[in-house]
């Protein structure tokens, strides 16, 4: 583990106190033993008040740090150790390895008598004269650090039991109103993963504080049977949040399963098609590929049209379908390839649709499809879940005995709880439908997810380094890969240059650019949860990347 302490830097993931009081705020940091430890003491009794009206220290700058204990006879000193450091009360100081240092003598006794220790911290606003608390005296720094706050005395009353007058108080303040709060610092970072991908951090927060405390119950929900009532609850309401955002009507059907949505490349076809029925499948990506090669295994596969020539570059449009197809399979939008089905095909039957990397960002006509499905791990929740929107009366139509997991048939009626269900990958989702429900839903989720593409897209129109790799018509919302242009990088350059792109980029706190190896270059993923800051920090980027090159 890293040596948190020994970084001046607060870690993503630390904990950050946040005192606020009459005379200003105070941030701390907690590193992660410390909380639960001393620190959360200190928090818990400042909540109850315990602090209210007590003299507190002001944040301190410049300070020095001494030690002694009342043992030796002359008073203060007899066994002083001392460090030095910049601030007290800066998240960012170094501090604690300085007191950590000057207190790494401490030993137990009662405070505030002979035999006690003390510390007096000399700063530029003034000596404070500290003693040590009892109770948990170890010479771990963790607990000095707890005693450090903890170990606020009045002044007035740690005077007295100085012994030789030296390093009197100059200054005593009164702090009130004492407000603590915590929160987790996190370096501020945009994630422009393909998949899996940013989440709200709403959403994430709430998944968080569920996994040791679900609704209420006191059981974790890793902890908890899916046959509880709580757990039962929750996921029907993510089916009908599911329900009324996608506006699925009547005779569809909602399932959450395991196995992603590769998963889905097979049970598709293994439910819905014939042994000598024809589905028809269109090549738009890689995914899409994936998808027909699996159905092939288990009925005719007509691929009615194919970009691969082009590198997937593009939707084709125009094409035949096969008479008495089964169905048409489309994949919504294609995530390697940042192509995206604007308007969807209409099916001589009924459409069958891989959303995983679209769902949910914008809205769609349901009626249109007889079954769509999708991995979570992208607009949703996270990896080991995938959605399954299905058609009731489409089922039940193949002759083939199919294994009872992998009939939609089982899962219906037990309401995707005939095996344990991937619970907390449901959950997430639970919380991202809530987050998109208050944000306006599907309709203006979509009118956000222009801006920030359009935004992105109209840097790469303008640039003279960067372009688009995807044919304009077709342009998804959801990924967007880039290159550099031909006539601005020698190709000799190219590597190089692009190592560079991403390094400065992780500089900046933008992540997981690098395009697929297919299309090479990069690729921005900027699904529902990528705030538009991120698109702006992007975009920002690029421009001055560009001028770095040109001079
Ligand atoms: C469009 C599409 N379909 C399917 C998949 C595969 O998903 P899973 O890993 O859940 O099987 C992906 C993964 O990126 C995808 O983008």
Redesign the pocket.
């Known amino acids: 583990m890293t040596d948190f302490h020994q970084t001046d830097e607060p870690q993503s993931g630390e904990t950050i106190a946040i005192i606020t009081t009459n005379k200003g705020q105070m941030k701390l940091r907690l590193f992660p033993e410390l909380v639960g430890v001393a620190a959360e003491n200190f928090i818990e009794l400042a909540k109850q008040g315990k602090y209210n009206n007590v003299p507190f220290h002001r944040v301190i700058k410049n300070f020095m740090i001494q030690g002694g204990d009342f043992t030796n006879k002359n008073g203060t000193g007899g066994h002083a150790a001392s460090g030095k450091g910049e601030s007290i009360g800066d998240v960012y100081d170094p501090r604690l390895r300085h007191i950590r240092g000057a207190l790494s003598w401490a030993k137990t006794s009662a405070p505030n008598s002979i035999g006690s220790q003390f510390f007096i911290v000399h700063a530029e606003n003034g000596a404070h004269f500290l003693d040590h608390p009892p109770g948990g005296h170890s010479h771990e720094g963790y607990t000095v650090f707890g005693q450090l706050y903890e170990g606020f005395g009045t002044l007035d009353s740690i005077a007295e039991t100085k012994t030789d007058g030296r390093d009197k108080p100059k200054e005593e303040i009164i702090i009130e109103n004492v407000e603590i709060n915590y929160f987790t610092y996190m370096k501020t970072v945009f994630n422009f993963s393909?998949?899996p991908s940013i989440l709200p951090k709403q959403a994430t927060e709430e998944a968080k504080a569920a996994i040791t405390d679900f609704a209420g119950t006191g059981i974790g929900i890793l902890e908890m049977s899916h046959r509880t009532k709580p757990i039962e609850g929750m996921v029907a309401e993510t089916e009908s949040l599911l329900k009324e955002l996608l506006s699925i009507p009547e005779g569809y059907e909602i399932l959450f399963l395991g196995?992603?949505?590769?998963?889905?490349?097979c049970m598709v076809p293994i439910n819905l098609l014939g042994t000598d029925s024809v589905a028809d499948y269109t090549d738009t990506?890689l995914?899409?590929s994936?998808?027909l090669k699996e159905a092939k295994k288990f009925g005719k596969v007509n691929v009615v049209c194919s970009s691969k020539d082009s590198i997937y570059n593009h939707i084709p449009k125009t094409f035949e379908q096969t008479p008495g197809a089964t169905y048409l399979h489309v994949?919504?939008?294609?995530?390697?390839y940042g192509t995206q089905w604007k308007e969807f095909p209409k099916a001589n039957t009924y459409l069958v649709s891989?959303?995983?990397?679209d769902i949910l960002s914008r809205p769609i006509d349901v009626s249109k499809f007889g079954l769509i499905y999708?991995?979570?791990?992208?607009n949703m929740g996270p990896?080991g879940v995938?959605t399954v929107i299905v058609r009731s009366d489409i089922l039940g139509k193949v002759e083939r005995d199919i294994p009872t997991m992998l009939d939609y048939r089982t899962h219906i009626p037990e309401k995707s709880m005939f095996n344990t269900p991937p619970v907390f990958s449901i959950y997430v989702m639970n919380r991202v439908l809530h987050w998109l429900k208050n944000l306006g839903g599907v309709a203006e989720m979509e009118k956000i997810n222009a801006k920030k593409s359009n935004l992105l897209y109209d840097a790469l129109d303008n640039s003279k380094l960067f372009k688009g790799t995807a044919a304009k018509e077709d342009r998804s919302t959801m990924n967007i890969p880039f290159v550099f242009r031909e006539d601005a990088v020698a190709a000799d350059k190219k590597e190089s240059l692009e190592k560079d792109f991403l390094k400065t980029a992780v500089e900046k706190g933008l992540e997981q650019l690098k395009g697929h190896r297919s299309v090479g270059g990069f690729r921005a993923s900027i699904y529902n949860a990528m705030p538009i800051e991120g698109v702006e920090a992007l975009v920002a980027f690029m421009g001055e990347f560009e001028k770095k090159v040109f001079g």
């Open positions: 393909a998949g196995g992603g949505a590769s998963f889905q490349f990506g995914w899409a994936k998808a994949t919504s939008n294609n995530t390697i891989d959303m995983s990397s999708a991995g979570a791990q992208k990896a995938a």
